[in-house]
């Protein structure tokens, strides 16, 4: 039996990148047989970097209206809060006295994020791997789908399962594996091939946001980025295109072939002939998110329901482990 458990932090700019590297992944292991599937909206992280109260709450009940959109059935899976298990909060604790500091210094997300001014970078940033270890181990998941930029977070959690099992002398916490889908697709700006898509960067024309409707998403496409050449033979031929490689990705991605195989059919196109095709192609995939989207949120009762919900079975999973740690670690409670 697998249980499976993930998380995006909640935004308001979800947008292809997400949808592409974790949703739709998510989807195809909620309908492998035999996988129990928590997914979850990491609120707690979220704040730790600043985050405007009222869109914090927004995000979160935007980012559980775009998992469903995307194809996650709450029948099936669940769709959860972290912040509505407090047992993640309890347990990052106590798995805070196995974490080593040296270890929570060398994650690259915490030296990015931090900066130069690590000095002055709050607590959180620094713990948030602890809290991200209790939020696997308190469901005893077993198999956590991350992307490349997680799977250190994900070696740290192996690494605090691992400490508490030696020296509780337990095999109580699952030491979780990482799970890649295929190739996570790497979707960058489509304004600068060099750049990551980000929900951040200040022109909305460099990304495919999820609540993009037809005309914003063929209209983006129209005007990405590209060079004058044809499309090549080869994926060799993209080496130094970095927006040519870009649209390929994405082309592929969408519709889950290999770039090889989209070569294939457009080799020696120009992009006057490739664009509208990809166009059509994101327009197939995404507007219909978008609208399903957009349903959820005008009538915000059905998705708070799903939540409250998913949030009493996710406490129901949590709290027996969380008491079972504290059971062996001699806790007072
Ligand atoms: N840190 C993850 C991210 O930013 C989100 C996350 C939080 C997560 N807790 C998790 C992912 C537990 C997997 C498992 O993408």
Redesign the pocket.
């Known amino acids: 039996m697998k249980r499976i458990?993930?998380?995006?932090?909640p935004t308001n700019r979800l947008h292809l990148g997400n949808y592409l590297g974790a949703m739709r992944n998510w989807v195809k292991l909620q309908n492998e047989p035999g996988a129990e599937c928590l997914y979850?909206i990491?609120d707690l992280?979220a704040i730790t970097v600043p985050q405007d109260p009222e869109s914090l709450t927004r995000s979160t009940r935007e980012t559980a209206a775009a998992y469903i959109a995307a194809g996650i059935d709450p029948s099936r899976s669940i769709i959860f809060v972290q912040s509505a298990v407090p047992a993640h909060s309890q347990l990052m604790w106590l798995l805070a006295t196995m974490a080593q500091l040296g270890k929570l210094e060398r994650m690259t997300q915490f030296k990015d994020k931090a900066g130069k001014n690590a000095e002055r970078a709050g607590l959180g940033l620094f713990a948030y791997p602890v809290l991200?270890a209790a939020?696997?181990l308190v469901y005893q998941a077993t198999h956590?789908p991350?992307?490349e930029d997680?799977k250190q977070?994900l070696e740290l959690a192996r690494e605090i399962a691992a400490t508490f099992n030696t020296r509780y002398k337990t095999d109580f916490l699952i030491q979780p594996e990482p799970v890649i889908t295929g190739p996570a697709p790497r979707v960058m700006s489509l304004r600068d091939g060099t750049q990551k898509m980000s929900k951040s960067a200040e022109s909305d024309m460099t990304r495919i946001n999820l609540t993009d409707d037809a005309d914003a998403i063929a209209q983006k496409i129209r005007k990405a980025k590209t060079d004058a050449e044809p499309l090549p033979e080869s994926e060799k031929g993209l080496e130094n295109r970095p927006e040519a490689k870009n649209l390929v990705t994405i082309y592929a991605a969408l519709a889950d072939i290999s770039r090889q195989d989209v070569l294939n059919d457009f080799a020696g196109k120009q992009f006057s002939e490739f664009k509208p095709a990809l166009s059509d192609l994101a327009v197939s995939q995404i507007a219909p998110i978008a609208a399903r989207m957009q349903e959820l949120m005008t009538d915000v009762s059905e998705i708070d329901a799903l939540l409250a919900n998913a949030n009493d079975r996710a406490n129901n999973y949590a709290i027996p482990v969380l008491s079972e740690v504290e059971r062996i670690m001699g806790i007072w409670k």
Do not use: E, F, K
Not at 5 to 9: A, F, T, V
């Open positions: 458990l993930s998380g995006i932090q979850m990491a992280h991200m939020d696997i956590v991350v992307g997680q977070h």
